[in-house]
């Protein structure tokens, strides 16, 4: 078989793929936890994401890779419909987040490894449950705190175990701590070839030391909080710059990719944020004036968007 892009709406060829979002969501849900304080939601609204999805498109986007998982709102159907309303080429997440949100009927505790790597394993063949529409990427793949649980060891290597058997990349959630590190050992032990993992929310932890630990194992990194106005991100924002100019100076460009992670109403353009465009509209600029060449914006936001996402 040909190497393809696996997108809500079909197989398609790697070289349509442009301009990547790698980390993003078009609607999710984080407020339902108990004693949790992650009050966060990204409206499911279908004609309001569609408004900012068209304008991320007039601006040259060209794909976007929704990690919105089963207990927190994925909805395979409705990214088909948004797909086909927008243009954009939606590339849809697998597997489980992290534990505080693991759906109480996945009984993770109670379940091989093995079963679990079948169950996404089936999803990528068959559909998720009657369709028709396929994950293209495992993740994202977290741990809720800065070590990886019992619990998430279990999903980390139940998401190795169908990265092999399927040729999917996997895509990880660790944030302002170095757990991307244990995250990628275990992919490791699994026999998952770095190069297909994603070690993402790098900016959340902007340690050059721990950046270097996980390029040289020869894994991605991903940069995705680009945008964020939660805490302190616009203040780091120059820094982060910093850092990225100096991986890519170290010739680690191949392995770096930028994202926004959209998860929050605050984000969108109807209601006063940057939507899907803060990375053309603002950071690339910014990037462009550190000397940053175009050659290296095509790398990281298409070359290895691409590369991860195509299925060998």
């Known amino acids: 078989m040909a190497p393809r892009v696996m997108t809500v709406s079909g197989p398609i060829p790697p070289e349509r793929i442009g301009f990547t979002l790698p980390h993003e969501h078009t609607g999710i849900y984080l407020w339902h936890i108990q004693n949790r304080w992650d009050y966060w939601e990204l409206t499911p609204d279908e004609d309001a994401i569609a408004d900012e999805l068209r304008d991320f498109r007039r601006r040259g986007g060209s794909t976007l890779v929704d990690l919105t998982l089963p207990g927190i709102g994925r909805d395979p159907e409705r990214l088909r419909r948004l797909a086909s309303r927008t243009g954009i080429q939606i590339v849809m997440g697998c597997g489980w987040y992290r534990e505080a949100y693991y759906p109480i009927e996945l009984l993770v505790d109670r379940r091989s490894v093995d079963d679990l790597a079948d169950e996404l394993i089936g999803e990528f063949r068959d559909g998720v449950a009657g369709t028709g529409v396929r994950p293209g990427i495992i993740g994202e793949i977290g741990t809720d705190k800065p070590w990886v649980s019992a619990q998430e060891e279990r999903v980390h290597r139940a998401a190795a175990r169908a990265a092999r058997a399927t040729g999917l990349a996997i895509s990880t959630h660790g ?4 757990v991307g590190l244990d995250q990628l050992r275990v992919f ?5 070839d770095p190069a297909r993992v994603i070690i993402g929310h790098a ?8 950046f270097l630990a996980i390029l040289d194992r020869g894994a991605n990194l991903q940069f995705d909080f680009i945008g964020h106005r939660f805490s302190t991100e616009e203040g780091e924002e120059p820094r982060l710059v910093e850092l990225i100019v100096e991986l890519l100076e170290r010739g680690f460009g191949p392995q770096l990719l930028l994202s926004q992670d959209v998860c929050h109403n605050s984000q969108l353009k109807a209601n006063g944020g940057s939507g899907f465009t803060y990375l053309q509209q603002h950071f690339l600029p910014t990037l462009r004036t550190a000397a940053v060449g175009e050659g290296e914006i095509h790398q990281m936001t298409i070359e ?6 195509t299925i060998p």
Not at 188 to 192: A, L, N, R, S, Y
Not at 203 to 210: F, K, M, N, T, W
């Open 188 to 192: 490791e032990e699994e026999g998952v």
């Open 304 to 309: 290895n968007p691409r590369r991860v996402l």
């Open 175 to 178: 944030v302002r701590s170095a």
């Open 203 to 210: 900016d959340s932890y902007p340690v050059l030391d721990h």
